[in-house]
């Protein structure tokens, strides 16, 4: 398949399922050459049965282990990080620890990815981050996610003009048929789901392959920085 990505050596951060899982796909669909990485390099490994998949540790909440990761990688063209620990729950039951956890993972993680991997970065190339419509949608019970999205927002916009030439864009998922949401039961996932397809103006539920199709054109859109992608079907709106 020719593409944009032909050739192209794409990072994506992250777990080896869901989100992660479908940029990793839609990537390698792409032409791209992929390499995954997270805490958990041997369940990464195992996910995909694909040579031009690798897998390499990272924690985004470790310094040492960001810079040695882009030490071992060298010249890269793309980084995407969809890594999030989520701080959920009403204001009387947040606790400081879940709050440091969620923006250690979310916001400062990337922004020291881009320390140290930007002088690697090929011509052309870009960071992805991953904001939530939480950050356009306030809602109780989700004030530390809101908060930590918020903020990726104007990580995006800063770090787009900061380090430019290179482009960084943020994509903002809705609600996504992934496993997260497995947790409520099958009845209760069920009439969570019918609940929002009737109210927002897409009348479905997100994909994993929608996000996918979105940060694939976030890497490969020259004229593209500074954005966040609502990918929510309209969700905020309602």
Known sequence: ??????????????RGSGLAHAVTLAARAHGADVVVAGRDQEALG???????????????????????????????????????ARARGRLGELDREALRRSFDTKVIGPVMVAKHFAPHIAEGG???????????KPAIGYLGVAITNGAVDFLARSLALELGPIRVNAISPGVIDTGIWDSMGEEGKNAYFTGLRTRNPARRIGTPEDIADAVVFAMTNPFLTG????????????
Not at 60 to 67: C, E, F, L
Not at 227 to 238: A, Y
Request: charged share 25%.
């Open 227 to 238: 954005v966040t992608l609502r990918v929510d079907g309209g969700e905020p709106l309602t």
């Open 46 to 84: 195992n996910a995909y049965d694909d040579e031009r998949i690798t897998a390499e540790h990272v924690d985004v909440t470790d310094d040492d282990s960001i810079a040695a990761l882009a030490r071992r990688l060298g010249r890269v063209d793309h980084v995407v990080s969809t890594a999030s």
């Open 1 to 14: 398949m020719s593409s944009s990505l032909d050739g192209r050596t794409v990072v994506v951060i992250g």
């Open 126 to 136: 870009s960071f992805v981050l991953f904001s939530g419509v939480a950050a356009f």
